[in-house]
């Protein structure tokens, strides 16, 4: 069952790396499951990841603040505009607009209603 945990671990934290260039594909909440896969099969992966300069602090903002930076709120919504401009140029069907636009943009108010860090701007 160690091997499980080690394998999801891993595949979601691939998932999460893959989450920071495309948008709709969530980072955090990757990385926060990767965590839990982790403490499950190896001590030692877990403690990598939550010591990761890139991957821990975002986990540890979470876990102790439920919050999300700014920064990262703001990739993350240029994103979801590009996104979207880019189905609009594409032409896509009038009800697949509608429901990118409604998932889009509850995806959007989520961010924006988590606070930010304390020790972010």
Known sequence: MRYLWIALGW???????????????????FLLLAAFAFSRGSEQLHDWLLEHPHFGPPIHHWRTHGAISTRVK?????????VFAISIITQMPGWLLMTQAVVLSCVALFLWTRKAPPDAP
């Open 74 to 82: 703001v990739i993350a919504t240029v994103s979801l505009v590009v």
């Open 11 to 29: 595949t979601c934290v691939g998932l999460g790396i893959a989450g920071a260039f495309l948008p709709l594909l969530p980072t955090t909440p």
